[in-house]
């Protein structure tokens, strides 16, 4: 099975199988990344920022984004299956902690 390198900044890079949820991978890295809505792209607690190139976004996560007023602001992990090395900072892990979207996050 093919894996792909996700970086997560201060944290380090894990090998994440290919096909797997962004979200599922963040929380395997050992970050509680929120996703209260299980995944159905209603909730935007799982947003994380690119560093890398994104993935093409799908209709569902467009559109709560949209609905949210939100879309092109970050990316929510729980609708991105891993396809290619990223980097991603979770925004939430950012947040909680008083860090910038981008900058490094310390462990």
């Not at 997560?8 to 809505?37: M, N, Q, Y």
Request: charged fraction near 25%; glycine fraction near 10%; hydrophobic fraction near 30%.
């Amino acid at each position: 099975m093919a894996t792909h390198p996700i970086t997560i900044p201060g944290r380090g890079t894990f090998d994440i199988p290919e096909g797997k949820k962004l979200v599922l991978a963040i929380e395997d890295s050992g970050i509680d990344i929120s996703h209260r809505c299980g995944g159905q792209a209603r909730c935007t607690t799982c947003n994380v920022k690119f560093s890398s190139e994104e993935p093409p976004i799908d209709a569902s996560e467009r559109q709560c984004l949209e609905e949210d007023g939100v879309l092109g602001e970050f990316r929510l992990s729980c609708q991105i299956r891993v396809d290619r090395p990223m980097t991603v900072t979770p925004l939430t892990l950012a947040s909680e902690k008083g860090w910038e979207p981008g900058q490094p996050v310390e462990p």
